[in-house]
């Protein structure tokens, strides 16, 4: 038996290190890969599931360790050497050319003037195509293609490159039901070709349909490798957070405030965007709650939405039960709704404008640029907030990009609270901080709420959560699953909804 498995083995990594400066990103890390496995790899965000892959692709060295390719040692120093070994990667954005045709992004970068002609291409590209079932011509310009039909020609160029491990990286994420069925039919086809297939994905239910074993890391480290079949969605969730069931246990009784004695602030009916699935959802006056699931659930999404950061779709949204209207920022922002978006580097932050500068600007949009705020003032309230918040900056002229994650947060936190906001969003507020400011945002949200001020907390770490908010909306899958609040706002009863209600 165990011969006939090392037979089988396509791809072995064995004792993987990383280190990038200040971090350890992988230690002693193995991953098994066998011919004709859908294998699928699971982890939080930060816990290594990247960093893996883009050793076996080449575009990371790794700093210890050994790779193994059909028993065979590997090395593996480009992208390049790893296209020359078999190893091909699909990623969740579209990497081919959309203004090209499907037989062109097929065979791209290949030379084939010498040997062949535009029409034996085509007709070779058809051939692939319809032996595959990817219901596509090779004639037809790429864009004019869904993005399930992308992605499939996308994987149809990696087969017949010949690869012989294919990594599909999020592939579903922007596809629907009909569109994941077809890529998980074609997944199927070409595990029975012998493809071994590493599948990285966050949604569950897609992990349990479609796989054979499932690899799980954290913080960098390899928890455990597990057939499918014998590892529960409630295990697999307590192996990715990292607690075990038999480890958690309920916080205490959260003290019940009667939710009907105070007035809901704001209020959404089946609201959609061009990321978030409908969904319903309120919050009344002086209420801290979140969204928890996965990475990858829609909890951002949904976020998003209400602010209308996103373009809105449909649904409706009353404000202290009158109707409004939010499709855009500035409408969000003029109804009393502050947002705090999870990555500060890219929608939070100018890091070249100084802490004055980064602290005044919502207020500044909200006032209209034709009625600039005076130096003064803007120095008044830098100085204010400065102080209120503990910010540590040389300066309030201090470019904010020189300042560390959690002060930078804190310029933010302050550009809003500056706004006077009655209804404050917090994604991922503490992510990448150390704990002591941690420990001051969280203490900061609930005083927020004494005053009256109703606070979505979002945060990867569940525990966290469970401090601050008096309700969670559980999601999976973009969907809300479950709402807990009392005696079930707990990590047993959090795990056990987002996989699924599993005893």
């Not at 400066?21 to 496995?37: C, I, M, Q």
């Not at 892959?53 to 050994?66: F, H, N, P, R, S």
């Not at 590493?198 to 479609?210: A, K, P, S």
Request: charged content about 25%.
């Amino acid at each position: 038996m165990g011969s006939n498995m090392q037979d089988n083995t396509l791809l072995q990594m064995r004792h993987i290190e990383k280190r990038f400066p200040g971090v350890l990103a992988l230690h002693n890390v193995d991953f098994t890969l066998r011919k004709g496995e859908i294998h699928a790899l699971m982890g939080e965000n930060g816990a290594g599931k990247s960093t893996l892959i883009k050793i076996l692709t080449g575009v990371y060295q790794m700093d210890g360790g050994e790779i193994r390719i059909d028993g065979e040692s590997a090395v593996i120093r480009s992208p390049q050497d790893a296209q020359n070994k078999g190893i091909s990667t699909v990623y969740q954005e579209i990497t081919l050319c959309p203004n090209l045709t499907v037989a062109e992004n097929m065979f791209i970068g290949r030379e084939t003037g010498s040997w062949i002609k535009h029409k034996d291409y085509e007709q070779r590209a058809d051939e692939i195509l319809n032996r595959l079932g990817i219901p596509a011509r090779s004639s037809q310009q790429l864009g004019s293609c869904s993005l399930a039909v992308q992605q499939m020609v996308a994987i149809a160029r990696a087969v017949d490159m010949k690869c012989k491990v294919l990594i599909l990286d999020e592939p579903t994420s922007s596809l629907d039901d009909k569109e994941v069925n077809m890529l998980f039919d074609l997944m199927r086809d070409l595990k029975k070709q012998g493809v071994g297939i590493i599948f990285v994905t966050h949604f569950l239910e897609q992990v349990y349909e479609v796989s054979d074993r499932i690899t799980v890391l954290r913080n960098g480290e390899l928890v455990g490798e597990y057939p499918t079949e014998e590892l529960p969605q409630v295990e697999l969730v307590a192996k990715m957070i990292g607690k075990e069931l038999d480890e958690l246990s309920a916080l205490g009784e959260s003290e019940e405030e009667s939710e009907g004695a105070k007035e809901v602030f704001y209020e959404a009916e089946n609201l959609s965007s061009s990321a978030a699935q409908p969904f319903n959802f309120c919050i009344h006056q002086g209420e801290v709650n979140g969204f928890t699931g996965l990475l990858g659930s829609g909890r951002s999404e949904s976020v998003r939405a209400i602010f209308g950061a996103d373009k809105v779709n449909g649904g409706s949204v009353k404000i202290k039960g009158e109707p409004v209207k939010i499709t855009r920022p500035i409408d969000a922002m003029k109804h009393g709704i502050g947002y705090l978006a999870e990555d500060r580097k890219r929608d939070g932050i100018i890091a070249e404008l100084s802490v004055r500068e980064n602290i005044i600007l919502a207020l500044q949009v909200m006032n209209g640029f034709f009625k600039p705020i005076s130096r003064s003032e803007s120095e008044a309230f830098a100085d204010e907030y400065i102080k209120v918040l503990n910010i540590k900056t040389a300066s309030r002229e201090t470019p904010v990009g020189s300042l560390s994650g959690g002060n930078q947060q804190k310029v933010i936190l302050a550009r809003w609270l500056l706004t006077h906001p009655d209804y404050l969003i917090l994604d991922e507020p503490t992510r990448g901080i150390d704990v002591g400011t941690k420990l001051e945002i969280q203490k900061l949200v609930l005083k927020l709420a004494e005053e009256g001020v109703s606070v979505t907390f979002i945060s990867s770490e569940v525990e966290e959560m469970l401090r601050t908010c008096s309700r969670l909306i559980v999601m999976r899958d973009r969907h809300i699953v479950g709402e807990l609040k009392g005696r079930d706002l707990n990590q047993s009863q959090v795990m056990k909804t987002i996989a699924g209600g599993e005893a």
